[in-house]
Structure formats: C-alpha cells, structure tokens
C-alpha cells in the first residue's frame, strides 16, 4: 500500500513537471528554436552530452544542421552569429555568468572563474592583474627552464626503452611544475617522480567532474557539496583538498617569509613567488586585498593551471606529427635560429616571438583543439536580449562555443576543418585581424583566463627546445587514426603515446 502511494506521487509528480514544461514551452517567444526534442523539456539531455565527454563535437553538429541558434535545454541556447559575441562578452556586457559557475566554489563562496557578480569581478579581477602579465611574468623564465630541462632529462632517459611514451601526462607533469614553481617557488615533484603527486591531479579531476555536471542543476550544489566533503572523511577531496593544500602553503609562507630568488641569472633582477607578492600585498592593504584573496589567487593558479597548458601543447605536437611537412617547416625555422645564435639552448620567450612560423604553429592548434569544450554560458540580463535576429526574455542562457567559433567557415576559410598554420601567415591585414578577433582559446571579454599569459610563456618555451632536440613518431598502429579524446570542461587526448627519440644534428645542416 505504502509503495503503490509514493509510486502515485512519484508519476503524479513527474506528470506535473512535464506538463508545466510543455505550457511554459508553448508560451514561450523562443519555441520556434530548434533542437533535440529532449532538450525542449530537462537539461537531462546536455547532462547526458558532457557525461559522454561529446557535447563540443555534437554542439557544432547541431548548429549545422539547425543553424545560427540552437536550443540545448529548456532555457539554454548556443549561438553561433559570431557577430554577437561582442554583444555577449564583451567588455561592459551585462550579461552575467550563468549558474553554471557557481558549482565552481564552495556554497556561498566565490572566485575569480566563478563569480557571477560583473561589478565584484571587476574590482577582484584588477587586484590580480598586474600578478599576470606578460611583463610580470617573464621574470620567471628561469623557473619554467628548470622545468623544461628536467622533462627533457625525463624523455631522454624514457627514450631508452623504445617504448610509446604517454606525452599528455608528462606534459602535464612539467605544467603541474611550472604552476607550483612560479605559485609557491618551489617544484612540487611530478617531474622528479612522473606520477600524480600528493593526489593532486586526482582531486583537480574530481572538481572539473563534480562541477562540470552540477553546474547543469546547480540548486543540487548546496545540498551535494557538503555530502562529498562528509564522504571524503577528514582528508577531503576535490576542492576541499585543494584548500587545504593551499592554506598550509600558504601559512608555510607567512611563517618563513621567502628570499628573492635570481630569476634571470646571476646578472637579471631578483624575484619572489606570487605567494609571497600577494602576502606582501595582503600587508600593505589587509582591508582590501585580505587573506582569502591570497589564498584564492594560489588555488587557482594550481587548480587551473596544468590541464590548458598540457592540452594545448598535447595538440600543437599531435598536429605536427600528423603534418610531417609543418613538422619539418617549423624545424628548419627553428635550426636556422639555432645556426644564426638567435636561439639559445633554453631559448627564451622573446626569441620565440621572432619565429613566426612557431607562433602560427601554436595558433592554429589552439585554434583546431581549444582545451575548453563547454559552451561558455552567460544570462540574459533584465529587459531581455535581441541576438541574432532571434528576442531572448531575461533570465535566459545563451552561449557561444569555442569550438564552434574556431570552425566558422566564413572567419577561417573553406578549409576551416585543416589544420593549416599558413592561414596565419597570409599577406591580408584584413583576414588576419577577423581571425584573431574571433580566436580564443582562452576566452573571450572580461573574463578571458587570467593565467593565459603563464600557458604562452611555457609553451612558447618548451615547444622549440623539443622540436630542435628530439624525434617523435607516432606508433605504427595510431598513425593513420585521429586520437581519441575525452573530457566535460576540458577536452583531453586519451592516452597520447608517442615513440621519442634523441635528436641528433650536425649544426649547419
């Protein structure tokens, strides 16, 4: 009796929310988008699309066939009129993040990625910026050099055994480095040991899992987020480890201050981690950058600052060993530096930018494979939205892909499926300057990534030193395959095995 009453209720509740969908859908001013039929009536469906790791291939599939707007749940909507992404992003936009985001902090917490408040993430925004600029940054290519000379040390003794080695993962070993070098001044140890340190890339997983799929329902995040944290024990995971990682980062630092450390050699300027730049900014001004901002900035850094950058330079490699003649192009740029004394054994980022076929290189893999694969959502603010021809009412998401955008055949070309780093390199000011409008990688307005910078700075780096100094191959049985990938917010190679090999030249050849 007891089980056939819920099981009543269950269906009459079930019913109930249905049928309020079905009205609300027919009154609607945008029931002429289409769609999935599923995704007129429950997110379920987008849930299900991210839960597979396919939503950014099947995203730019839909737009195909229906489309510039495309509806993927009740209130979600993907544009892809890229003359509306100034509407949408850009700087002074009103339209806010969506509530996807706020998975992506504790309940009632926020962060620099996750808040939703545009005014807020203005102020906060700027106590970080001048931390994360280029000219800040290259302060620190001593750092990334250290890290780049181990993973090299690394592949040279794996080259030993003639087998596949897993590049992804030793990229994100030396991006994971890096992070913790420039973050805390010190090296937390995965290129030292190749494996997962302290856990630390299983907890990041476990946030990007966790809040890559609550942020589709985020009324469940206040409820679930207390209930992972009391399952995980004392220790924690995800991002409560995270935390606590930091804070005990961060309370080694304020108890043993840290010396400058040479950054440039013996004769280059002095630096300091950013941990202790933020203490020494939280001490001039307690009030307005407090401890929780010291605090934050570090667990961003480390949370956000491996998976990118060892994506995108997984990418630019997979790509040139798909494209053995731009292997062999990029090469010959690179040699020929190295000959003329323009490139130096850990070359340096200002000799990076005098290669342009290296930097069309990085581009146009950005461009092909974005680490991002969600759209990235924003609300329609009060007073409702005009885009794309189409009248959006308040409190509706629209969004745009990168991974839609970046295949825009009347931006990059007929051939915007190639990967073709020419296309960068053509002598038409006007077709450069639409490209470079429309590419980001690492978003786009206001909210573009902070630590952009920190990702150009180690892949502008590392990328020339490998090319110059070793060999890879593709085993024979991926060769002629496109790699498999998988991932909900980032879009990872899945097992990225390449045969490596020291490199040896005769200079002048």
């Known amino acids: 009796m ?26 609607s001013p945008l029931r002429s988008v289409r769609g999935p039929w599923l995704a007129r009536f429950t997110s379920a469906w987008f849930a299900c699309k991210v839960s597979q790791g396919s939503f950014h291939q099947v995203n730019r599939d839909l737009h195909r066939q229906y489309g510039p707007i495309v509806r993927y749940g009740p209130k979600r909507y993907s544009i892809s009129d890229l003359n509306e992404i100034k509407t949408i992003y850009g700087v002074g936009s009103a339209f806010p993040k969506s509530s996807w985001y706020t998975s992506w902090s504790e309940p009632g917490e926020h962060s620099v990625f996750s808040d939703r408040s545009i005014k807020r993430h203005a102020y906060e925004r700027k106590l970080f910026q001048a931390s994360y600029a280029m000219s800040a940054l290259v ?5 990334v050099d250290n890290c780049a000379n181990l993973l090299k040390a690394r592949l040279q003794e794996l080259s030993s055994s003639s087998k596949p080695v897993d590049m992804c993962h030793w990229f994100r070993c030396y991006s994971f480095d890096v992070i913790a070098t420039i973050t805390y001044g010190k090296r937390l140890g995965f290129l030292d040991r190749g494996e997962d340190v302290g856990n630390m890339i299983s907890a990041i997983d476990g946030i990007i899992n966790y809040s890559s799929m609550t942020g589709i329902f985020p009324g469940l995040h206040q409820f679930l987020a207390p209930l992972v944290g009391f399952l995980a024990g004392g220790k924690g995971s995800g991002r409560r480890y995270l935390k606590k990682f930091t804070e005990e980062r961060v309370l080694e630092g304020s108890v043993n201050p840290e010396k400058p450390m040479l950054a440039d050699g013996d004769d280059g ?45 997984s990418a630019v490699l997979y790509y040139l060993l798909k494209r053995p003649a731009t292997m062999a192009k990029l090469r010959a740029e690179i ?19 005098q290669m342009p076929y290296l930097q069309a290189v990085i581009k146009e893999a950005l461009r092909m494979h974005p680490a991002t694969g969600l759209p990235l959502e924003r609300e329609v603010p009060e007073g409702g939205a005009t885009i794309a021809g189409q009248f959006f009412p308040q409190g509706t998401i629209v969004s745009v892909s990168i991974w839609v955008a970046h295949r825009d055949r009347g931006v990059f070309g007929q051939d915007a499926d190639e990967f073709s780093p020419e296309r960068w390199l053509q002598n038409d000011a006007e077709t450069i300057a639409r490209m470079n409008r429309f590419w980001m990688p690492f978003g786009v307005g206001s909210r573009t990534c902070l630590g952009r910078h920190i990702s150009m700075l180690e892949m502008c780096k590392l990328l020339p030193l490998l090319v110059r100094d070793f060999d890879f191959s593709l ?19 899945v097992c990225f095995n390449v045969l490596v090999q020291p490199r040896r030249r005769e200079v002048g050849l």
């Open 475 to 493: 085993p024979e049985d991926l060769s002629g395959k496109e790699w498999s990938t998988q991932g909900w917010l980032f879009i990872k190679p």
């Open 139 to 143: 302060h620190y290519e001593a750092f």
């Open 269 to 313: 300027p002095q630096t300091l981690s950013q941990l202790s730049k933020f203490l020494a900014k939280h001490a001039a001004d307690p009030d307005n950058f407090t401890k929780d901002h010291v605090k934050s900035g570090c667990l961003v850094n480390i949370a956000a600052g491996s998976d990118t950058t060892s994506i995108s330079l």
């Open 2 to 27: 007891i089980s056939h009453t819920i099981i009543t209720a269950l269906v009459a509740l079930c019913s109930a929310v249905a049928s309020t969908s079905l009205v609300q859908d027919l009154l």
């Open 335 to 353: 040699d020929d530096a190295t000959d003329r004394g323009e490139l130096a054994e850990n070359p340096t980022y200002k000799q990076s930018q």
